[in-house]
């Protein structure tokens, strides 16, 4: 995730919900970004069924994405992506 945040990078972290005893992690991790050190262009995708343990704060700062997934990641991140203009984008 540091590559990632440096040079723009795009990083995908799949079903979180399966990781409960990790989400403090992820929070910390996420909280710890520093905006002024990001490359503008990095992206932050994460998956979740509900989850109790989801953090709250992450959910409160991102887009969230709510659908039926199609079979297959490349399928569900390409419908996921096709829903926004770049404008939206941009904005994250």
Same mark, same amino acid.
């Given at each position: 995730?540091?590559k !990632?945040?440096?040079?723009?990078?795009? @990083?995908?972290?799949?079903?979180?919900?399966?990781a %409960?005893?990790?989400m403090?992690? &992820?929070?910390? &991790? @996420?909280?710890?970004v520093?905006v002024?050190? %990001?490359? /503008?262009d990095?992206?932050?995708? &994460? %998956?979740? !069924?509900?989850?109790?343990? =989801? /953090? @709250?704060?992450?959910?409160?700062n991102?887009? #969230?994405?709510?659908?039926? !997934?199609? #079979?297959?990641l #490349? +399928? +569900?991140?390409?419908?996921?992506? &096709?829903?926004?203009? $770049? !404008?939206? =984008? $941009?904005?994250?």
């Amino acid at each position: 995730m540091d590559k !990632a945040i440096g040079e723009g990078g795009w @990083v995908v972290l799949q079903n979180c919900h399966l990781a %409960t005893s990790w989400m403090p992690t &992820l929070e910390r &991790l @996420v909280e710890e970004v520093d905006v002024d050190l %990001t490359n /503008p262009d990095f992206r932050l995708w &994460l %998956t979740s !069924a509900p989850s109790e343990t =989801f /953090p @709250v704060s992450i959910l409160q700062n991102g887009i #969230k994405i709510t659908n039926e !997934a199609p #079979k297959g990641l #490349k +399928n +569900n991140m390409i419908r996921s992506y &096709l829903r926004y203009d $770049e !404008a939206t =984008f $941009e904005d994250c």
